[in-house]
């Protein structure tokens, strides 16, 4: 297992999957990175983080920042539970051509040389939407060729770049082959989930909720551990 280097950042999502990553971090003596809850979706991330590191920086030139959290599989190699390091991000809005966000290379390199075997190397897709059937998910890995889905990264990797050094560590908490509920009426434009419309979202599709929860429960449970692995000396 080789040296990890000094970050000084965890970026996750707000609620439970900040709750999961303190919790790992929890056993850890200090000194040990800040975590950071940030809000989900493309454009309140970008608005929260820009803002954010205009405040943060100035005195922590290039800081190490490590975006932490659960993903979803547009791949059916990668199953819940697998841990992925991402090697990119791509972002496919308005414009004609997909922009693509490289991670750190140097960062990416040590934090996979660190876990080993446990993690993979993937190309992420960002999404404006909450991906939510197989028939849309096997679009997009047709179109995109990308690996695993979430709402954040890009957004994450262009606000942060050149300011910070950017990796992402990400678990599957969702298979590429299942529907799950629609929860895009639950997460307010400010990025946080709304309990009333995601009770209604669930009860919607109690099939698919369970689903959505055994995921979700089994992913957050890999992101604890693999949070006290990294940071374990």
């Not at 993903?71 to 390091?85: A, E, F, M, T």
């Not at 695993?148 to 082959?177: F, H, N, Q, W, Y």
Request: hydrophobic share 45%; glycine share 6%.
């Amino acid at each position: 297992m080789s040296s990890l280097p000094s970050i000084q950042i965890i970026l996750v999502c707000q609620g439970a999957e900040y709750k999961a990553v303190c919790r790992g971090l929890s056993c850890i003596p200090d000194p040990k990175p800040a975590v950071i809850p940030m809000p989900m979706g493309t454009k309140a991330v970008l608005q929260y983080l820009t803002k954010w590191q205009a405040e943060s920086f100035l005195d922590q030139p290039q800081p190490k920042v490590l975006v932490m959290g659960l993903c979803g599989s547009l791949n059916p190699l990668y199953r819940i539970g697998d841990i992925v390091l991402y090697q990119n991000c791509i972002y496919q809005g308005m414009e004609l051509e997909p922009q693509i966000f490289p991670c750190d290379r140097s960062l990416t390199d040590i934090i996979y040389a660190h876990l080993q075997e446990k993690v993979a190397l993937v190309t992420a897709l960002t999404s404006d939407a909450f991906i939510y059937s197989a028939a849309q998910k096997r679009s997009l890995r047709q179109t995109s060729g990308a690996d695993v889905v979430d709402m954040e990264g890009a957004s994450i990797l262009k606000a942060l770049i050149p300011g910070a050094t950017v990796s992402m560590l990400r678990v599957i908490s969702d298979d590429c082959d299942r529907d799950f509920p629609n929860l895009a009426a639950a997460v307010s434009p400010e990025g946080s989930l709304e309990t009333l419309p995601l009770a209604i979202a669930m009860m919607r599709q109690p099939i698919a909720a369970t689903r959505l929860i055994r995921g979700s429960l089994q992913g957050l449970k890999i992101l604890q551990k693999v949070s006290t692995t990294l940071f374990s000396t």
